[in-house]
């Protein structure tokens, strides 16, 4: 199993007006952790996208356990439960608040599409020589 840890801390701008983070900031922080669990490999989006292959998410799911309030401190856990077979990825991801509770848990499931004609293929082989180690 491939998991990372990334931070995010919690802007004024990111709040609604009860003072808590309004939901529809959770699909950006995903994109932040899954964008530095890639880096964190060695690889870059913009390296896959130089590759010729782009990542559209399919499918997203998001479920709130707690709020999230201003100027917290959120810890994004994100793992890749099985390597990635055939035109799919599906990230899961759990943010917990600063006295370590679980507030919010999601899925997010990426396309791979090749560049030039938006036609479904597989992980670049760049990519999944940096994440096959992880599954055994």
């Not at 003072?19 to 964190?40: K, L, M, S």
């Not at 559209?56 to 959120?74: E, I």
């Not at 899925?107 to 992980?123: A, I, R, T």
Request: hydrophobic content about 40%; proline content about 5%.
């Amino acid at each position: 199993m491939f998991v990372t840890e990334t931070t995010v801390r919690v802007h004024y701008a990111l709040t609604d007006q009860m003072g808590f983070v309004y939901h529809g900031h959770y699909a950006q922080f995903y994109e932040i952790a899954r964008a530095e669990a890639i880096r964190g490999l060695g690889i870059t989006y913009l390296d896959i996208e130089a590759m010729g292959v782009m990542m559209p998410v399919v499918s997203l799911q998001c479920k709130y356990l707690r709020p999230a309030k201003y100027d917290d401190l959120l810890l994004i856990k994100t793992s890749l439960r099985e390597l990635p077979v055939g035109s799919r990825v599906t990230f899961q991801h759990e943010i917990f608040n600063q006295q370590d509770e679980l507030i919010n848990t999601g899925e997010v499931v990426l396309h791979f599409l090749n560049k030039k004609d938006l036609k479904s293929c597989e992980m670049p082989e760049p990519l999944k020589i940096l994440i096959k180690p992880f599954f055994p």
